[in-house]
């Protein structure tokens, strides 16, 4: 899911800094050779500028992995908590045979929990 989106996107951003790069260059290249030297040189500092760009991209990648894995955490923490307290909550009912709604609840919530984690870490 948001892995994806993320690897698209940045992908997408690197390739469209690599194409205007090539696109500087072919227009060098189409210059007429009095020209060609002042071209060069208004390519390398575009070059500059894509170097910094592209490190952009890649920080702010990077950064938003880290954002949205520590969301993620807090989320699968919040839920442990919340089924630590209903399994706290429950502790006399365990002796009954027949599961109440707390223990389905808690039930559900553990394979919620699970399923997302897993659907979570495939996207790794």
Known sequence: MWPDT????????????????????????ALPSDLQAIGREAAADFASQSDQLRQSVDD??????????????????????EIAREKDKNKGLERHSKPGPQALKISRAVTVRNTSEKLAMSRW
Not at 60 to 69: P, S
Not at 75 to 81: E, G, I, P
């Open 60 to 81: 702010k990648g990077t950064q938003l992995v880290d954002v949205l894995a520590t969301k993620y955490t807090d989320a699968v923490k919040s839920v442990d908590d």
């Open 6 to 29: 993320i690897g698209a996107e940045l992908g997408r951003a690197k390739r469209r800094i690599a194409q205007g790069r090539g696109d500087i260059q072919a227009a060098v290249k």
